[in-house]
């Protein structure tokens, strides 16, 4: 099972989802995934390739503290998880991921911006419904 987490509360209520799935099935893994989407880069410079080594300091840092709760809810639990942090767009790592380890579902939170808020930014959430080929749960 691939699960979404960004240290949000809907993602917090994401991993006790994901865990209430896999309860009593020991051989089921969980694989919380942080994506940090770095921006592309011209990296002809040396102070552009500093900045891009800079920038994966940061995504991993921010991936660690994301995935801090997510680590410990699955520790508490006793559940089987590999926490991934990545590089790159959201949806797009998730759906590669899930297909990476062979998910039999996602889980994953989403904070609901509404209509409006997909129109103008683009819906993670949604995103990962069109790519994934197992089931999508989003948890609010």
């Known amino acids: 099972m691939s699960s979404r987490w960004d240290g949000s509360a809907p993602a917090n209520r994401a991993v006790a989802q994901a865990l209430s799935l896999v309860a ?23 102070s552009a390739v500093m ?30 998880f590999v926490a991934r942090a990545e590089l790159g767009s959201p949806a797009e790592t998730i759906d590669r991921v ?15 911006l509404g209509s409006l808020g997909n129109l103008l930014l683009g819906s993670v959430a949604t995103k990962v419904v069109r790519l994934a080929q197992v089931p999508v749960t989003l948890v609010k």
Request: proline content about 3%; glycine content about 6%.
């Open 24 to 46: 009593g099935r020991p051989e089921s893994e969980i694989v919380p995934v942080n994506a940090q989407n770095l921006q592309t880069l011209d990296i002809s410079d040396i």
């Open 98 to 112: 899930a297909r990476e380890v062979g998910a039999y579902q996602i889980v994953m939170g989403t904070r609901g």
């Open 51 to 80: 900045t891009v080594e800079v920038d994966r300091q940061l995504a991993a840092r921010q991936s660690r503290t994301a995935l801090r709760r997510a680590i410990t809810l699955c520790r508490k639990a006793q559940a089987k």
